[in-house]
């Protein structure tokens, strides 16, 4: 996916994909996922038992080696996930199953409960595994890791994630 902002860290057959709501203004100019300083995606995943040391964002394209991938359910790069509109992210939820139809990852783990529930029209939804199947994945709404959600702790964020890889993936 050259054209978007900040490229997907993709690869067939992973056993999660990440999707986040959509970059931040950083990460999409540093060119790495969660690159902000404070966003606990990289110690959650790797408390979590989904890496085997702490990576930095500018490791990003090295997560298909561990059998992991992150993408986003819109490209546009904000300041806030709240600058995003209902329909901006029905769209990026329509070509997020295209993307997981066409990569075929075993779990799908949208990063935002709100993102899910308007994205993906299941206004009730909470959060874990989720009913539906989106492009054949098993699907999961994960607290986001990003420091605005700083109820979640990284403890927290590490239990939950730990779900998403089945014991015989690793």
Not at 9 to 33: K, Q, T, W, Y
Not at 81 to 105: C, I, Q
Request: glycine content about 8%.
């Amino acid at each position: 996916m050259p054209d978007k902002p900040l490229p997907d860290v993709i690869a067939p057959d992973l056993d999660v994909l990440f999707c986040g709501i959509n970059p931040s203004l950083m990460s999409a100019e540093r060119g790495h996922h969660f690159a902000r300083p404070g966003n606990r995606f990289w110690p959650a995943i790797h408390r979590a038992g989904l890496t085997p040391r702490l990576f930095t964002p500018d490791e990003d394209r090295e997560l298909p080696r561990h059998g992991l991938g992150i993408t986003n359910v819109v490209d546009r790069p904000t300041r806030t996930a709240a600058e995003l509109t209902p329909d901006a992210l029905r769209a990026g939820a329509a070509a997020l199953a295209e993307l997981v139809a066409a990569y075929r990852p075993r779990v799908l783990a949208v990063l935002g409960i709100t993102a899910w529930r308007v994205g993906f029209d299941r206004p009730k939804a909470v959060t874990g595994r989720q009913p539906e199947r989106i492009g054949g994945a098993e699907t999961w709404a994960v607290p986001n890791p990003s420091g605005l959600n700083a109820h979640v702790q990284v403890p927290d964020l590490a239990r939950i994630y730990r779900q998403l890889r089945p014991a015989s993936a690793d």
